[in-house]
């Protein structure tokens, strides 16, 4: 069974930033690609960025130019990069991959900015 595991969010003042990492674990990280996802309270999960095996990124009108998605295949981790953090991304983010057809997420990470 994959896992994947968020972790690096945190309460931060609008400006800010943040690190999330989703670190994947009983999967070939390299071949697959991943996305991150946010759900804010209320709403419906919305796709937040998306990097495929060979890098290519995707990325949400509302997170582009400030967001940033990277990965590291040696250490079978992605990674998004958070700067001018507005309260509008507060949310719990997600990490998803898909593999096979099957879709595994990880178990979220609470992100909250205050104004």
């Known amino acids: 069974q994959v896992q994947l595991v968020e972790s690096g969010g945190g309460l931060v003042q609008a400006g800010g930033s943040l690190r999330l990492s989703c670190a994947a674990s009983?999967?070939?990280?390299?071949?697959?690609?991943m996305g991150w996802y946010r759900q804010a309270p209320g709403k419906q999960r919305e796709l937040v960025a998306t990097?495929?095996?060979?890098?290519?990124?995707d990325y949400a009108e509302a997170v582009k130019g400030r967001f940033a998605i990277s990965r590291d295949n040696a250490k079978n981790t992605g990674y998004l990069q958070m700067n001018s953090l507005k309260p509008e991304d507060t949310a719990v983010y997600y990490c998803?991959?898909?593999?096979?057809?099957?879709?595994?997420w990880g178990q979220g990470t609470q992100v909250t900015v205050s104004s």
């Open positions: 009983r999967v070939i990280f390299r071949f697959n690609a």
């Open positions: 998803q991959m898909t593999i096979l057809g099957t879709t595994f």
């Open positions: 990097i495929t095996s060979g890098g290519t990124t």
